[in-house]
């Protein structure tokens, strides 16, 4: 499996309305990136802080099927698994493949979000000093004394 991510940024699309958009410096990523909704914001701070995501990329693509244009808010590479994940309870799960590697689209609902609400918000308030500090870390040794 390539060791590059198949997404690398987001595409463009209308933010929905009435939500928010939410910026934010991605360590994992190495950039900023734009989370429209608290749902979607709290995902990526799952994402970011998660050690077992290799890498993710934020509205990587809409899916077409037959029934209805699927939008994606995450991609995400977790081990040698690729997976959709969409914020939307409405949608129904599926599976599509793309560039010949079959992806799991996975629902994320509101409840599993509301389950880690005090984990996200504390990690919320830590990302914020991490990301500012992130120079002053001294890069990690493989010496373990």
């Not at 690729?82 to 509101?110: F, K, N, Q, W």
């Amino acid at each position: 499996m390539s060791k590059t991510a198949r997404f690398q940024s987001a595409v463009p699309r209308a933010r929905p309305a009435g939500s928010r958009i939410i910026e934010a410096y991605s360590l994992k990523l190495g950039r900023r990136l734009q989370c429209f909704g608290e749902a979607v914001f709290e995902q990526w701070i799952r994402l970011e802080v998660d050690p077992t995501i290799q890498t993710f990329c934020e509205r990587p693509l809409d899916l077409n099927f037959a029934d209805e244009v699927l939008q994606v808010d995450f991609w995400v590479r977790q081990g040698d698994r690729e997976t959709l994940l969409v914020m939307d309870d409405a949608c129904e799960a599926r599976s599509t493949i793309i560039d010949g590697v079959e992806m799991a689209v996975r629902i994320v609902p509101p409840a599993e979000l509301l389950a880690s609400k005090m984990w996200t918000d504390n990690w919320q308030r830590m990302l914020v000093a991490i990301t500012c500090s992130r120079k002053d870390i001294p890069p990690r040794s493989n010496n373990r004394s």
